[in-house]
């Protein structure tokens, strides 16, 4: 008798699409039939589709350090409501994820209020040691995050925008540091990921005065897809010389699909991501949002949305992560230019992907190879999750193509739900999110219920304990 029986759906396995019954036993997927098999309890999928569990690499829960923006409790309730059952949540919380004790705090704060799965990045600094990469990765990151040309700062370790007092903060490692990082990455397994925004650019037409501009205009002037073509390259090299795996984070433009393609084509390790605001919105979007639609890298023109699209397509750009960030109403009441980046979009990523794909945008079958696939086996969590597959976590969304999801507050969990979609009506509907075989969401309503679980890269830290040192 098993758990759990998923009956009438269409499931999207990495073997394809095929019309069949899930069924789940002990939290996980123990078959997959024709006929109908018995179980305690059913849901009825007929005429649905059902994903694997989308994995969200990049999500900024705020907590702890800035509660006022967002916490783990409302992110991964509003990411249970998506249809999202895995975040990798992003080491730069106050105090950031910088070595093993800020790692295990962490850990133990987060746990209590998670609604979904989650793994954590780590975060290099200009001050990392080769002792706290190492320390790290034997406690399970999934990876190491780079915020390339920030400076961060002196006390909270906090990422600093733009620096006014040289005193007050720790430089970003310099090019030279970079590669000694990189080579410490490398031997850990991981990835090291990288926000690729060249910052001598920034600064430089940052302090340039353009009064013909609009607000945005001129955040695309200080901006421009050259910084990020330029850091791409950069990082590429880098990360090359290194032998270290590179993952460049919510890639925005042309230039950089173009560089990655070419560099995989070369055989060099590396992956990109994009996010669903770059795949929806065009830099004239974004500028009637207001500073909702302020995010770094900016969103650009229609040529660059094309060129994401494309590079999907062509594995240039292997994976979709929302870059979850939100900020308070307050915050993002200020003018453009002071207003800071970032979207809430844990909740919307598949809704919007699933979307785009019902539009012919892009084909259906390849969004879980997208959101939970390509993300699962680039952060070393595939042994448990990312595909419908039997002796894989029982993390499913099941979607119903005929229905409508609106895009309005009253419906979004983060604690600052604000987004540059607001009011859309987007082509289908998360139906039910089940997480290791229970459901913890049902027709875009989270279960208000702890239950997530901290899930390990492969190699950490079971593994690593037999680890021999040579
Ligand atoms: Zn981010």
Redesign the pocket.
Known sequence: MFDLGIEGGTLFTPAGAIKANLYILHEKIAAIAGERLASQRTLNADGAYIFPGAIDA?V?SRDPGLTHKETFAHSTQAAAAGGVTTILE?PNSIPPVIDAASFQDRLSHLMPQARVDFGLWGMLTAQTEAAQVAALAQLGVVGFKLFWGYALDKTTLALVYSASDPQAVIPPPSNGQVLELGQWVARTGRVLAMHAEDAAIITHRSGQSTPALSAYARLLYERPSVSEALAIEMGIRLAHESRCPLHI??MACQEGVDIVQQARQRGIDVTAETCPQYLTLTASDAERAGTLGKVYPPIRSERHRQALLKGLLTNAVSLVAS?H?PHSRDEKSQPMAKAPAGVAGVQTLLPLLFDVALRGELPIASIPLWLAERPAERFGIAHRKGRVAIGLDADVVVLDPAGHTVIEPASLYSLNPDNPWQGKTLRGRVVWTVLRGRVIAQNGRPRDQAGGQFVPHCQGPQDTVHETRG
Do not use: G, L, T
């Open positions: 990049h900024h992003m984070v919510h870059d960030a």
